[in-house]
């Protein structure tokens, strides 16, 4: 495990998100990254029914990367790290957090290693049917676990496949830069990146 | 989420607990101890513990209401934190060896508390029990003394509840394992006469103590 940066790829007008998709992938492809499998991301939303905590959500994440963990985060902003059978105490809390229907947002796609970088090519799809919403970009420095020491190596590697759509660490990144990262942060950041699509689109439902 | 639903049905979670409860006089402990090394598997090393268990609950109604218990070890700060569902024991028939409940154990990070309190949970009681366990096969055995807190929060000033030692013994496994009463009642025979594990009905306890 090491440092983890999320970046949101823009797709433009009249492309398909599998066009970009597909250009992202054979420019690492060029520069010698090789496939290791599929990698998803998934959070399932639980709102709160209970008088003591009202409005409250939990996001449940999973990480393919992580895959006997799960991951419960709450609006505050704190998030539970637990086994992955707590699933289940969701399904018992059911009278108190109901799921939030239709409300299923995930990243999935082609994971790729080259050196010490791990680069995953997601597109993000929302809702029962399923709609895809954009494209994600995760890239893990594996040797470093300080964001701060390493993130200028990760911008110049970015920026070597993405363009300059990678410029300044995220917000949540940079509250983060001096101490030790862990799986949870990289959680967090899918976790922001995914509330700015649903809200994107449910604004345009609306 | 899937694959969680997937492997439930096939049942392959382990959910199910099967356990037996007895207790013994703090001046009997030590016969019992030294039985239990006599027969239990060798798992070398630390044989006690010492947890601090908080018991949440979530919801107003009377029938609506849900228990989670909140687990750490004292005596190993870098234990994960423990968080618990246990279900109403089932008493079964007279062919029933040993009681039943459904029982999900997570491991989870230390800011369990904080999670759960933001949750919307109340903190319903609280306890210290300390004692040591016992492995044979796939059975638990634990011989532990409850200690209730002076103090909310503070492990250090605890008192005893009583002059006993509460023991027991479980497996937790996948539904539908009803074999393993037999395995549980043979072993239960072995610690006769010093201490009688018997299913109890805890209902008939809760109705004599009311």
Known sequence: MGVVCVASYPVPEGKSGQQIVDVLQSRLEQLGAEKSGQFNVDCETYQSQVPSAQNRLVHLLHNSEQPATCFAVLDTGTCLVADNLFNLLMLKLKNFYPTRKGFKIESKGQRYSLGDFIIKIGSVTFGQNISFKGILVEVEYCPCMVPGDCWDLMKEFMQGFMGNCVENPSNYLKTKMDIMYTPADTIQQYLEHFKTFRKESLAVTR | ?210
Request: neutral net charge; proline residues 3%.
């Open chain 2, 1 to 210: 989420m899937e694959s969680m639903l997937a492997a439930m049905n096939k049942k392959i979670v382990p959910l199910q607990e099967y356990f037996l409860q007895g207790s013994v006089l703090d001046a009997s402990r030590d016969i019992l101890l030294h039985r239990l090394r006599g027969i239990c598997d060798n798992i070398g090393g630390i044989e006690k513990f010492q947890d601090h268990e908080m018991v949440y609950t979530i919801g107003t109604n009377a029938n609506n209401v849900l228990q989670l218990r909140a687990r750490r070890a004292l005596d190993d700060p870098e234990a994960p934190w423990l968080l618990r569902y246990v279900g109403e024991p089932d008493f079964g028939d007279r062919s029933k060896h040993t009681l039943v409940r459904s029982s999900i154990d997570v491991g989870t990070s230390d800011n369990l508390v904080q999670f759960l309190t933001e949750m919307g949970f109340r903190l319903d009681h609280e306890f210290v029990v300390s004692g040591h366990f016992f492995r044979k096969g796939r059975m638990k055995i634990t011989v532990s003394k409850i200690y209730r807190l002076l103090q909310p929060g503070d492990t250090d000033k605890v008192e005893a509840l009583s002059k006993s030692y509460l023991v027991e013994l479980g497996v937790v496994t996948v539904s539908g394992q009803d074999q393993v009463q037999e395995e549980m009642k043979n072993f239960a025979e072995h610690l006769k006469p010093l201490v009688h594990l018997e299913k109890t009905d805890l209902r008939k306890l809760q109705q004599m103590g009311t």
